[in-house]
């Protein structure tokens, strides 16, 4: 029954495309993280930018208050704040490119991005 419904190029033509689509999938899902770096900026202006894959300790402190960011291991959290809430020590450790940590009562804003892709992930008419 099988060989009736499909012919020899069917199952060639099926394989080939399996296999394209999953080299194309081992393509995205590699994390270039030798070239991800991380942008820390206040009020829409970057105040420092390291490369994801050195370790350090990072005070950040504006005229909103201050954070302490630790970039370590290929990952990045917010660990001490003095804003209210807090909630920029809730979104934990982020490694993966356009993950983002916020901290609305300072203004800031912590992003990881890879700069080898650059450009717009999406452009909109």
């Not at 394989?15 to 393509?27: D, M, N, R």
């Not at 900026?41 to 630790?70: A, M, Q």
Request: with cysteine; proline share 3%; glycine share 10%.
């Amino acid at each position: 029954m099988f060989r009736d419904y499909f012919k020899k190029a069917d199952i060639i033509l099926f394989i080939a495309v399996l296999l394209i689509g999953l080299f194309g999938f081992v393509l995205l899902r590699h994390d270039a993280k030798d070239t991800a770096t991380v942008q820390i900026s206040s009020g829409g202006e970057i105040i420092k930018t390291v490369p994801l894959k050195t370790d350090g300790i990072y005070d950040i402190t504006t005229e909103y208050g201050y954070n302490i960011i630790i970039v370590e291991n290929g990952q990045v959290w917010v660990s001490e704040a003095d804003c209210p809430g807090k909630d920029c020590m809730r979104f934990g450790k982020i490694s993966k490119d356009g993950q983002v940590i916020l901290c609305l009562p300072h203004r800031l804003v912590v992003n990881i991005s890879n700069s080898a892709q650059g450009g717009p992930d999406a452009i909109s008419y």
